[in-house]
């Protein structure tokens, strides 16, 4: 696995390692694929992909509610952490923007090494909305529950796009998604 980079967390210095960061954006992209010709009213299935002794398993979480679907993953994948090298779990959210909310992807990423899991979180417009499935910015990432500010994120928002762009299916069409804000 690639070597760890740090990024201001307050004070402190949050470990990342290069290759949950590049796992994280491999979950993203296949996220964003997932939902990219999703119907209106619909949601993604929430999924992981678990990394062990080099091999990659995907995951997803079925449930009646969305919330009941999340709840799960999350304890599963947290479970994982004594059994696994590596594990990203993605689902489909709302984050406040302003007066009003905005649809994000969110990755919470966790490898050998790291303290607790850090989130990439990425702003998307949904298929049913005007204009069609598109990527709004650029991701963000949130350590110990705070927005990393851009000039102490920029080597691991890199990271995470790397791994974007190593997604087969994705790769070519991420830069036919992204849009301004």
Same mark, same amino acid.
């Given at each position: 696995m690639p070597g760890p980079l740090g990024c201001a967390k307050r004070s402190n210095i949050v470990v990342i390692s290069e290759g949950a960061?590049?796992?994280?954006?491999?979950?993203?992209?296949? &996220?964003?694929?997932?939902i990219s010709d999703l119907p209106a009213g619909d949601f993604l299935v929430p999924l992981a992909i678990v990394e062990s002794n080099g091999e990659r398993k995907l995951l997803r979480f079925e449930a009646d509610t969305q919330e009941q679907a999340i709840t799960r993953g999350k304890a599963e994948v947290a479970s994982l952490s004594a059994t696994v090298d590596a594990w990203a779990f993605a689902r489909e959210g709302l984050m406040p923007d302003g007066d009003s909310k905005a649809d994000?992807?969110?990755?919470?990423?966790?490898?050998?090494?790291?303290?607790?899991?850090?989130?990439?979180?990425?702003?998307?417009?949904?298929?049913?909305?005007?204009?069609?499935?598109?990527?709004?910015?650029?991701?963000?990432?949130?350590?110990?529950?705070?927005?990393?500010?851009?000039?102490?994120?920029? &080597?691991?928002?890199?990271?995470?796009?790397?791994?974007?762009?190593?997604?087969?299916?994705?790769?070519?069409?991420?830069? &036919?998604?992204? &849009?301004?804000?």
């Open positions: 960061l590049l796992l994280a954006g491999f979950v993203l992209a296949h &996220s964003a694929w997932s994000v992807l969110s990755v919470d990423v966790w490898a050998r090494g790291m303290d607790t899991p850090v989130t990439i979180v990425q702003r998307f417009v949904p298929n049913a909305s005007e204009g069609g499935f598109r990527i709004v910015g650029e991701p963000i990432l949130v350590a110990g529950g705070v927005v990393q500010p851009d000039a102490a994120s920029r &080597s691991a928002i890199d990271a995470v796009l790397r791994g974007v762009q190593s997604h087969p299916k994705v790769a070519p069409l991420w830069s &036919s998604w992204k &849009s301004q804000p």
